[in-house]
């Protein structure tokens, strides 16, 4: 079946540093690829997100890049702060579904 | 309250039991989901409902049963849990079912899940 794979499982980068995390997807007719963060005892939270008619999206100090052709996806966390912490969940979609297939996350600790 | 609430919070029962979990979006939306997310598996879509019709039921055991009396509500109703059924359980909340903008998924904070 489709599925997401995500790398890696867990992350450790100290205080200032960038991390990034990522994605690669089996579904071709995938179009939509939201990134989520859930900290703890919390639901997911959607921090970016993209569509596959473009191939980066930034928003202050997360961005996200697209590569179609390879089937893959990045998330880009720059100079990291302690409440980065988290687990990170990509996800593919595809327009005219509801259904995500989710990567199985990663959690990012940063060091201060 | 505002987003997307889930009461309980945390939930402890014996197999033999029934309980419902409850769950209500404050955002206006018209589809609803259950997501069960277990410990290292990708989140597992359950249930799906727009405009209070299920239009999902993802092969998930009869011994979960949904009810959307409205498009702000959703109910999960349990009885006769398993021990593996233990996991957090995941209520979200979207405009519109699919496609583009707006069909982005909003979550809430879970219920933590624990059969005995």
């Known amino acids: 079946g489709e599925n997401v794979e995500q790398h890696p499982s867990t992350l450790s980068v100290q205080e200032g540093d960038s991390a990034v995390i990522k994605c690669t997807y089996s579904d071709s007719a995938s179009n939509y690829f939201p990134w989520y963060k859930q900290e703890l005892g919390k639901g997911p939270q959607l921090i970016i997100d993209i569509r596959s008619n473009v191939g980066e999206k930034k928003d202050q100090r997360i961005a996200v890049t697209l590569n179609k052709t390879a089937k893959h996806f990045s998330l880009h966390i720059t100079e990291t702060q302690p409440e980065d912490s988290a687990v990170y969940f990509c996800?593919?979609?595809?327009?005219?579904?509801?259904?995500?297939?989710f990567g199985t996350g990663t959690r990012l600790k940063v060091l201060a | 309250e505002t987003g997307v609430t889930q009461t309980p919070r945390h939930l402890v029962m014996g197999m033999t039991n029934k309980k419902s979990l409850k769950c209500e979006q404050h955002?206006?939306?018209?589809?609803m989901y259950w997501y069960k997310q277990s410990a290292k598996k990708p989140l597992e879509l359950m249930f799906v409902y727009s405009l209070e019709e299920r239009v999902e039921n993802n092969s998930v055991p009869s011994r979960f049963s949904p009810e959307c009396p409205n498009s702000s509500h959703l109910f999960l109703h349990l009885h006769t849990l398993q021990p593996e059924d233990s996991a957090l359980y995941l209520c979200?909340?979207?405009?519109?079912?699919?496609?583009?903008?707006?069909?982005?998924?909003?979550f809430g904070p879970g219920t933590r899940l624990t059969v005995l």
């Open positions: 996800a593919a979609g595809t327009s005219g579904t509801y259904k995500y297939i």
């Open positions: 955002l206006g939306h018209n589809a």
């Open positions: 979200a909340s979207s405009h519109k079912l699919a496609g583009g903008p707006g069909a982005e998924q909003f």
